[in-house]
T-cell receptor, first 114, second 112 residues
């Protein structure tokens, strides 16, 4: 069964460093998402992406964040200058169509900022 | 702004019991509602998706209902098993149709 994959599973970085989190969505899906979950808190929407552009973003997704689909399979989340409060689990998700189909989530990347 | 709440926050039941998890949302103008399961330190597994025009969906021992007008959804788990122990999340797709709002989750423990 097709699945969303994410790499790395765990990333440790120093405050102020740039990180890139990678995702490979399910191949026939057209809509891509990033979420984060701070330990013990709710899953929070960050951004959605369709047709090579951001379709919606939350107030969390400020200028420090960017997303890209550099080729036909990868979907990346970049954090330019990490802060301690960026430490969280980051989930990628994809779906075929925004309202009628399920979102499928990857296993997540645990980001630890020291 | 959509707010999604789940009650109870935690639930412990003996194996074999039927149980109901609750999800409420403030904005009834949703496109769909999805139930997920999250195991500790893991990603989210989709359980059921209910479209706004539907009243319920079933998958195996799981049955989810949706009452848009009252802003409520329930997840019914029949004959619970220890393997059902996990955190259950509901999420609505509303407002900008791309945006999904998650609930606070119910942590379920099924005791053998």
């Amino acid at each position: 069964e097709p699945e969303v994959t994410q790499t790395p599973s765990h990333q440790v970085t120093q405050m102020g460093q740039e990180v890139i989190l990678r995702c490979v969505p399910i191949s026939n899906h057209l809509y891509f998402y990033w979420y984060r979950q701070i330990l013990g808190q709710k899953v929070e929407f960050l951004v959605s992406f369709y047709n090579n552009e951001i379709s919606e973003k939350s107030e969390i997704f400020d200028d420090q964040f960017s997303v890209e689909r550099p080729d036909g399979s990868n979907f990346t989340l970049k954090i330019r200058s990490t802060k301690l409060e960026d430490s969280a689990m980051y989930f990628c998700a994809s779906r075929r169509e925004p309202t009628y189909n399920e979102q499928f989530f990857g296993p997540g990347t645990r980001l630890t900022v020291l | 702004k959509q707010e999604v709440t789940q009650i109870p926050a935690a639930l412990s039941v003996p194996e074999g019991e039927n149980l109901v998890l609750n999800c409420s949302f403030t904005d009834s103008a949703i496109y769909n509602l999805q139930w997920f399961r999250q195991d500790p330190g893991k990603g989210l597994t989709s359980l059921l998706l209910i479209q706004s025009s539907q009243r319920e969906q079933t998958s195996g021992r799981l049955n989810a209902s949706l009452d848009k007008s009252s802003g409520r959804s329930t997840l019914y788990i029949a004959a619970s098993q220890p393997g059902d122990s996990a955190t259950y999340l509901c999420a609505t797709n509303s407002g900008g149709y791309q945006k999904v709002t998650f609930g606070t989750g119910t942590k379920l423990q099924v005791i053998p």
